[in-house]
């Protein structure tokens, strides 16, 4: 029976509910002003800190009169920025309900507020949008629509504290384009902001400073104007440099070192400016240690990651201050056992983190171990780590796996850890199973990761062989994607770098000669690069050439001949004459060069080229056709003499460069023996 009860006793609980709020609501219908100003005062203090009513209101059709009311001339002022503040404070509820503020146009009628001259209402405008738009489901767009917003917000900067702390916040969250930052420029934020970073109020001071960070992230424009800024005599650097000292707040500490991190990285500070070098980097390698905050941890690691990236210097010394590199083990302990015995909301206050900060971790390790080879034992030789790297690989976190893969890749540039780490844990089982279904940003990092296990030094490179690699990697050259075309066919060149027959003719048959033509006349130049380092690599040995022309020499001549009468760069055809010079090496590949006078001219024209690197290669395939010792020599020099060869390699001989005019030299002979 009492389940029958149940029902009942639950909707009349509701209903209650919803004709307490109803009377909220009608009271705003009254024809009495007075009484609807009551009626909104009631409101407001019914709904402070009460989700259920704050919902019911809105679910009754609150907003759409609230907002009615706000936008009447003929409402007196305290009503309007009474409604303004329960707007606000409706706002302060769940994501839910500001979707239906938003729903109900609330942004423009309080855009549209801001231009009444009464400062309280303005203020309560501001504070109910600040509200609004630093929800994550909000379209910070809508900030942009009408193009008199953004001046009109500039020009209330002045008008008082909280003017200025709410305008800032607001900027803060809603720019995050570089569009953003140059309509923000454009209209003298710099200029605007810069003053408030001195300002009595710590909050006014902190928005201020976070609005820098965003408009300095990847902004060149930005960042070499914020150098020259003055705040009261002062450099803005300098400022920035004052608001990291340890007697400041963490959050300021570590926007400020965010500001200076962003300008360095755009090129407006050096990285062995003391201003980085002394204060910044050690104010955010502070930021990773255990007496902060694990969120102030998470942000510290990744902004130093970020501030190093390119830098060696700057890593070789993160990596010797305040033992860096083993502090960041400890990232890896969340949720501790102790926690979970302890206190259940730590417990869950540390499954929500552990994530991030396992991915800032492997993100601090990856920037870390980029380019120096002490770092990357010292990163190997922490407690468990390669362990941790194989199983982050796994984990659920689409971004954990990223900054693992990450990590792995910016080790697996160590020839040293190749051969032992590596090998040790047969790292490239989870990379491959990381390869067989992944979004594009894990497959790129994850493929160039494989194309170092695959050099030919690698204990990886033969049980990946045997794993059937080669189709997933020819699959990966046929991706949307320059970077993964990229990949795909730089694993297969260095796979086929000094590798068996076998292994040659299974990438060219699993590949396909129209797929590897297809490459040849790819429109990014990296892709054609590699592919022509591929076509190399398996033109090489004389049975391997000479096998492989048999059954494609016609095609791959016509592919170099295309390369070769085409506009591009250097490197691109430096590489086609030595593929041809591969070809010249073979035994019965190189008639396929000797039976085709427009193939020998365009040689004969690379060897008077003006660039020496082309006349090298052009004069070292002429060498190989030449070469005495081999069958039909004296038939193809006599041919090559007809068509005028011999006065080119003679006029070389006498070249300005001595590797030139020797290899002409050493062609020469085989005409004199």
Not at 334 to 339: A, G, L, N, R, W
Not at 635 to 660: A, C, I, P
Request: glycine share 2%; hydrophobic share 40%.
């Amino acid at each position: 029976m009492s389940c029958l009860l149940e029902a009942p006793l639950r909707i009349s609980v509701l209903s209650e509910v919803t004709a307490t709020s109803r009377h909220y609501v009608d009271r705003l219908f009254d024809p009495d002003p007075q009484k609807v100003l009551q009626g909104v005062i009631d409101m407001k203090n019914a709904v402070i800190g009460n989700n259920k009513q704050k919902a019911n209101l809105i679910v009754l059709g609150a907003v759409p009169r609230l907002l009615y009311l706000l936008q009447q001339s003929s409402s007196s002022l305290e009503l309007r920025t009474e409604c303004a503040v329960v707007l606000g404070s409706l706002a302060m509820g769940t994501e839910n309900n500001i979707k239906s503020l938003v729903d109900c146009h609330i942004i423009p009628a309080l855009l549209q507020g801001l231009l009444c001259p009464d400062l309280i209402f303005i203020e309560a405008c501001l504070r109910c949008l600040r509200t609004v738009f630093i929800s994550p489901v909000t379209p910070v767009q809508l900030l942009y629509t009408d193009p008199t917003v953004i001046p009109h917000l500039m020009s209330l900067l002045s008008r008082s504290q909280r003017t200025q702390e709410y305008i800032t916040q607001i900027f803060s969250h809603c720019c995050k384009t570089p569009e953003h930052q140059t309509v923000l420029f454009n209209h003298g934020a710099i200029q605007k902001i810069a003053p408030l970073l001195i300002s009595p109020s710590y909050k006014v001071r902190m928005q201020a400073l976070k609005c820098f960070s965003v408009l300095a992230y990847e902004n060149t424009q930005v960042s070499m104007t914020l150098v020259n800024v003055l705040v009261d005599g002062e450099l803005l650097s300098q400022v920035f440099v004052r608001m990291m000292q340890r007697d400041q707040p963490i959050e300021m500490q570590l926007t400020a070192a965010k500001c200076l991190t962003y300008m360095c990285r755009a090129g407006a500070i050096r990285t062995d400016d003391s201003c980085i070098v002394l204060k910044t980097l050690p104010c955010l390698v502070r930021m990773c240690s255990k007496e902060h905050l694990l969120e102030e941890r998470v942000e510290g690691a990744e902004t130093l990651a970020y501030l190093m990236e390119p830098d060696v210097e700057l890593q070789r010394i993160a990596s010797t201050t305040d033992h860096l590199v083993a502090m960041l083990a400890d990232y890896f302990k969340y949720p501790s056992s102790v926690s979970a015995i302890t206190d259940i909301k730590r417990l869950d206050h540390d499954l929500k983190h552990a994530h991030e900060l396992r991915q800032a971790a492997f993100k601090l390790y990856a920037s870390l171990g980029s380019n120096d080879e002490d770092i990357r034992k010292k990163i190997t030789e922490t407690e468990n780590m390669m362990d941790r790297i194989v199983s982050g690989l796994s984990e659920s976190s689409i971004k954990v796996r990223l900054a693992a893969v990450r990590c792995l890749h910016s080790l697996s540039r160590s020839v040293q850890q190749l051969r032992t780490s590596f090998h040790d844990h047969a790292v490239w089982k989870p990379l491959m199973k990381l390869l067989q279904n992944a979004p594009d940003e894990v497959l790129i990092m994850a493929s160039s990761t494989l194309c170092n296990l695959l050099l030919e030094f690698s204990p990886s490179k033969e049980p990946i062989l045997e794993s059937g690699v080669i189709e997933l990697l020819c699959s990966l050259t046929q991706s949307d994607s320059p970077a993964l075309r990229v990949n795909g066919i730089w694993a297969l060149m260095n796979m086929a770098f000094q590798a068996d027959q076998k292994v040659k003719m299974e990438i060219v048959r699993c590949l396909g000669t129209e797929q590897l033509f297809r490459l040849l006349s790819d429109p990014d130049t990296n892709v054609l690069m590699k592919t022509l380092g591929l076509l190399r690599n398996l033109l090489s040995t004389r049975p391997h050439i000479d096998q492989i022309m048999s059954s494609h020499g016609k095609q791959i001549m016509q592919a170099v001949t295309l390369i070769l009468e085409a506009e591009h760069n250097i490197e691109v055809k430096e590489q086609t004459l030595c593929i041809l010079a591969n070809i010249a090496d073979g035994n019965t590949a190189k008639e396929l060069i000797m039976t085709n006078d427009d193939m020998l001219q365009k040689i004969k024209s690379y060897m008077q080229h003006s660039n020496v690197k082309l006349q090298l290669a052009a004069t070292f395939c002429i060498s190989n056709l030449i070469w005495n010792e081999e069958d039909g020599s004296q038939e193809r020099q006599d041919k090559l003499r007809e068509m005028g060869f011999v006065d080119v390699l003679h006029k070389l001989t006498l070249d300005s460069d001595s590797n030139l005019s020797d290899r002409a030299k050493t062609a020469m002979q085989q005409y004199l023996a």
